[in-house]
């Protein structure tokens, strides 16, 4: 009965271990199975069992989501649960989320999914989405990273536009690298299309590989009079088994300078 599935969780395998650049036998060795075992599980010439899904699934970082798919072309159930965050089972997460995004004021903080839409945020972030020219990108679905470099969101108002662009571009390009997702890849090619600013020349050339490389990339937002600098820090659950819960990323900002935490303070109260 599995048959007809062996060549395609073969191939999906074959795909991942490309994908992270590893030869047969560097998968071999970090999964301790031989090089001709996965040889034959990769032709189809053999059926992988459902822990062999899951060892190779591990040793090659494939996402939550991505394991359930390579279970059912191997013939069997999914393992990974997918819940909506407002389920009963994922309370206790629920109550964590809240308690940050909460605990986090004055200052922003939001949660995105793994296509980087909104899915909460705390008091500190309204001011900020008030900014929006075009209020057609803040209707839900909200994308972040679409509300943050089109030219009718946040980009006019981001004072280090370029070096900000750079960032999230190589953030972005990072994440299609570790997941593969067509999503990502259309969201990318769609930022690129949003116009680029030019700015002056400066000693030597600023690269994506600069921007992945940079230790904090500030974001630079003008608001009113004042230029709120503020320096963001990525927050993901451990061990997570939850499909909805493996995707999802807290985004928190905390003010660079005095006087950017000083204007968030005024504007809390």
Request: charged share 20%; hydrophobic share 50%.
């Amino acid at each position: 009965m599995n048959k007809h599935h062996q060549p395609m969780v073969g191939s999906l395998i074959r795909d991942w271990r490309q994908l992270r650049r590893l030869s047969q036998l560097d998968l071999a060795l970090e999964a301790e199975i031989s090089q001709k075992h996965l040889s034959f599980l990769e032709s189809g010439r053999s059926q992988p069992s459902r822990d062999m899904v899951l060892l190779l699934c591990e040793h090659l970082g494939v996402p939550l989501r991505e394991r359930n798919a390579l279970l059912l072309a191997a013939g069997y159930a999914p393992v990974y649960l997918e819940r909506a965050l407002e389920d009963p089972g994922l309370q206790a997460a629920k109550a964590a989320i809240d308690l940050v995004l909460k605990g986090h004021e004055p200052y922003p903080a939001l949660a995105v999914d793994r296509h980087w839409t909104l899915l909460a945020a705390n008091a500190a972030v309204a001011p900020l989405l008030g900014l929006v020219a075009d209020t057609d990108l803040l209707r839900p679905p909200v994308n972040v990273l679409r509300l943050s470099l089109h030219p009718a969101g946040l980009a006019p108002l981001i004072v280090n536009l370029g070096e900000w662009r750079m960032h999230l571009l190589a953030r972005l390009r990072q994440q299609i690298r570790a997941t593969a997702d067509p999503v990502l890849a259309d969201l990318l090619a769609e930022l690129l299309t949003y116009p680029a600013p030019v700015e002056p020349a400066r000693k030597g050339h600023a690269s994506e590989v600069d921007a992945e490389a940079a230790i904090v990339v500030p974001l630079r937002l003008q608001l009113g009079e004042t230029v709120l600098s503020l320096i963001s820090t990525t927050t993901v659950f451990g061990t997570p088994v939850d499909i909805t819960l493996s995707e999802l990323a807290l985004e928190t900002f905390f003010p660079a300078d005095a006087a950017t935490g000083e204007a968030l303070r005024a504007m809390a109260a």
